[in-house]
């Protein structure tokens, strides 16, 4: 049985102030809640902010929006899976589209990511999905394929079960179209049965697969509801409380 996941990933938005603001209200809106794991993915700067505000119950996870997978060094700009453990995370989002279309990441980096977190004894959450492009041309379950394969090369089956794959098809993300629950369960039974193949069926069982792009309150229940859905990556709604709590309130 696996437990569901809903992780809020708040992109370029809140800093520290507006951070303990939005933690507090969110964990107003969350009492009550259970049997379910919630995450957070503020901004870097955000992170001290929003591990002072979570104080009180419910449980949130703390996580990070991107790592670096060396653990010190001369690499400008970045954070390492150590320092962002020491922050108080136990998450972080990799690969995720806009990191790939803006700051040209891809599936090897995410990699190596991946190792560097899951060494820290941190939880990988890593990003998948294809454009439109993709999808018109009838290439979406072959891209996903080849995107998963190529981002979790090299993690034996122990540790497999410890990431979570997120789908997030592109032409989704931040435009109101959300894939048809249909369309993200196929997916998600694709993604499933390349999990198999990588780590075995016990493995692949327990791994949380959530989708993401334009989840909101109207469409979270019947998404939430798909055999292999297991979870939903939320970035716009995530940054209302009342609308994030409530999505939650459809996984359990
Ligand atoms: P969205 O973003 O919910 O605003 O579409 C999801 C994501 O990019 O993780």
Not at 67 to 92: D, K, V
Request: charged letters at 20%; glycine letters at 12%.
């Amino acid at each position: 049985m696996r437990i569901p996941l809903l992780i809020g990933n708040w992109k370029m938005n809140k800093g520290p102030s507006e951070t303990a603001e939005l933690v507090e209200g969110l964990l107003a809106a969350l009492e009550g809640i259970s049997g379910v794991d919630v995450g957070i993915a503020p901004p870097f700067v955000s992170l001290h902010a929003a591990k002072g505000a979570l104080v009180r119950p419910p449980m949130v996870l703390l996580g990070a929006q991107n790592c670096h997978w060396a653990e010190s060094g001369a690499f400008t700009g970045e954070i390492s899976p150590s320092m962002l453990a020491e922050c108080g995370c136990s998450f972080a989002i990799l690969g995720h589209s806009e990191r790939r279309q803006f700051f040209g990441e891809n599936d090897s980096g995410v990699s190596k990511r991946a190792h560097a977190l899951l060494k820290a004894g941190m939880v990988p959450v890593v990003c998948v999905g294809e454009t439109l492009d993709e999808r018109e041309a009838g290439a979406h379950l072959e891209v996903v394929e080849k995107q998963l394969t190529a981002s979790l090369e090299g993690i034996e089956a122990g540790s497999l079960g410890r990431v979570v794959i997120a789908y997030e098809p592109v032409w989704a993300i931040g435009t109101g179209k959300t894939a048809s629950p249909e369309q993200a369960q196929q997916m998600h039974e694709h993604i499933r049965k390349i999990l198999i193949k990588l780590g075995g069926a016990a493995v692949a069982d327990g791994i949380r697969i959530l989708y993401g792009g334009s989840v909101t309150p109207d469409n979270a229940a019947i998404l939430l509801k798909q055999p292999d859905i297991d979870g939903a990556l939320v970035g716009g709604a995530s940054l209302d409380a009342q609308k994030f709590a409530s999505i939650v309130r459809f996984s359990v």
